[in-house]
Nanobody
Framework: VQLQASGGGLVQPGGSLRLSCVAS????????MGWYRQAPGKQRELVAR???????NYADSVKGRFTISRDNAKNTAYLQMNSLKLEDTAVYYC??????????????WGQGTQVTVSS
């Protein structure tokens, strides 16, 4: 199973970006999907997660600004980021809890996509 994240880039404060994460491989079902981020010198932190049934949870720092969604038919998760702040600058990583065709559950990470908020 591979996760391919995309959509990062450079944006001014107050701007928007939309990240995508596509899972591919021997997938029976994807349970939780999520986005994490890691800023320089800091630990990786949860940004948002979404269950197979689209129940979501968010870090307090992004509530009201970011929206996570998913398309189960496409094995894809999205993160719509609005009203971006300087402190949102980080490498964003996609995460998925995948049940493989062997019905075993495993945790996977994407390669990360850089989001830079700067004026």
């Amino acid at each position: 199973v591979q996760l391919q994240a995309s959509g990062g880039g450079l944006v001014q404060p107050g701007g928007s970006l939309r990240l995508s994460c596509v899972a591919s491989g021997s997938i029976f079902r994807i349970n939780d999907m999520g986005w994490y981020r890691q800023a320089p010198g800091k630990q990786r932190e949860l940004v948002a997660r979404i269950t197979y049934g689209s129940i979501t949870n968010y870090a307090d720092s992004v509530k009201g600004r970011f929206t996570i969604s998913r398309d189960n038919a496409k094995n894809t998760a999205y993160l719509q980021m609005n009203s971006l702040k300087l402190e949102d600058t980080a490498v964003y990583y996609c995460n998925a809890v995948v049940v493989g065709v062997n019905l075993r559950q495993s945790n996977y990470w994407g390669q990360g996509t850089q989001v830079t908020v700067s004026s």
